[in-house]
């Protein structure tokens, strides 16, 4: 996807990223590809990079442009995973919240650098609020499981 963007906007996109996804909303249409677009030098991708940073009002404005909620992008830090993981991680549960309202979203995708599920990874990185929404979401089996390995 990347090469069929132009040079000019495949720096807006990458400059956006980094600086602010507000900065994307503003200046770019948000055309499917654009959105959804992952920067091949650094494999951020708008979704993650705004639930990664707690963006709520970003957030709500990609998933309204259409954006994957099931994307995968790397920012640099445990590897490649969705936005509802990285918002997981980091205890973004506001946007975690958003996420969770789109009928897509695939709550058990396992990421990261240990395949690990949103709800793994909560509970990994102490993350007791975060993994108390999503063992609201998941089946029992699973919630189980993630308590009594990782103590949450």
């Known amino acids: 996807m990347a090469a069929s963007l ?7 996109k990458e400059f956006g990223i980094r600086e602010s996804t507000d900065l994307l909303l503003e200046i770019l249409d948000c055309a499917e590809e654009v959105i959804n677009y992952v920067s ?14 707690g963006e709520v009002h970003e957030v709500q404005q990609l998933l309204a442009q259409g954006c994957d909620v099931n994307a995968y992008a790397d920012p640099g830090c445990g590897g490649a995973a969705t936005a509802l993981w990285w918002a997981a991680v980091h205890g973004r549960v506001n946007v975690m ?13 396992q990421c990261g650098d240990f395949g690990f599920t949103p709800l793994m990874a909560a509970c990994a990185y102490g993350q007791v609020d975060a993994a108390k929404l999503l063992i609201s979401k998941v089946r029992v089996g699973h919630s189980l499981w993630c308590v009594f390995f990782f103590h949450c």
Not at 97 to 109: F, H, P
């Open 6 to 12: 132009p040079d000019g906007l495949r720096y807006l």
């Open 40 to 53: 091949p030098g650094s494999r951020e991708h708008s979704l993650v990079v705004a639930a990664l940073n």
């Open 97 to 109: 919240k958003l996420l969770l309202q789109q009928e897509t979203i695939n709550i058990n995708e």
